[in-house]
């Protein structure tokens, strides 16, 4: 079974230009989860979408990300304009509801975006 | 979410039994305490969950006194191949709607 992938694994782009990230979730995962790590700091929640609705976007930084899941199946995350404090790995997780407790999170490997 | 504390780092030796401790004193009734793995350059990567007792795992298991105030990972004989970032987290209860909350995590240290 594929795993959670991401898409592009590096960019590397010029401060105010725009970038989307891509990510595929586990087939048949409805919940579909975006995460980043600044340099040197710890893993932040982005937003959580359940299928094509926005759950929870509490952790967006600003209104220069915008997030979608067309579909209720794949993701983007645009970042427009890009900023220099913008830069780190992206990772995406996908998960499917469970019965009880914290449902298993199955996580990507991550976009590293660095903007110069 | 409870706040959550563990150490930020351990060493070990290869072969050995490694434990890390979870402090997480104001964890709820509903929640449960899960256990991450992060290696360089990867994304985490889920290893137990637990909600009291013990749990064991073909990974590792997870001890959680009566109070569930905190947590144990124990990784029976550690290899080269288990240094990496281990998280912590407690939460949940209502079916994975949530997002994960990650703290610092212990940087696991194993050495030949």
């Known amino acids: 079974e594929a795993g959670v992938t991401q898409f592009p694994s590096h960019s590397v782009i010029e401060k105010g230009q725009t970038v989307t990230l891509r990510c595929d979730p586990i087939?048949?995962?409805?919940?579909l989860y975006w995460y980043r790590r600044v340099m040197g700091k710890e893993i932040k929640f982005l937003l959580h979408?359940?299928?094509?609705?926005?759950?929870?976007e509490s952790g967006m930084p600003n209104n220069r990300f915008l997030a979608e899941r067309t579909g209720g199946t794949y993701s983007t995350l645009k970042v427009q304009p890009a900023e220099l404090e913008d830069s780190g790995v992206y990772f995406c997780?996908?998960?499917?509801?469970?019965?009880?407790?914290?449902?298993?999170?199955?996580f990507g490997q991550g976009t590293r975006l660095t903007v110069v | 979410l409870a706040k959550t504390t563990q150490p930020i780092s351990m060493d070990s030796y290869e072969g050995q039994e490694v434990n890390i401790t979870c402090s997480h004193n104001?964890?709820?009734?509903?929640?449960?305490i899960t256990w991450y793995q992060q290696f360089p350059s990867q994304g985490p990567r889920f290893i137990i969950q637990?909600?009291?007792t013990k749990v064991t795992n073909e990974v590792a298991s997870l001890f959680i006194p009566a109070d569930r105030k905190s947590s144990t990972l124990s990784l029976p004989r550690v290899s080269l191949s288990d240094t990496a970032v281990y998280y912590c987290?407690?939460?949940?209860?209502?079916?994975?709607?949530?997002?994960?909350?990650f703290g610092s995590g212990t940087r696991l240290q194993v050495q030949p």
């Open positions: 997780a996908s998960s499917q509801p469970g019965q009880t407790g914290i449902t298993e999170a199955f």
């Open positions: 979408f359940v299928k094509e609705s926005k759950q929870d």
């Open positions: 637990g909600y009291k």
């Open positions: 087939s048949g995962h409805d919940n």
């Open positions: 104001n964890i709820a009734t509903n929640d449960y």
């Open positions: 987290l407690v939460g949940g209860g209502d079916t994975g709607r949530r997002a994960l909350t």
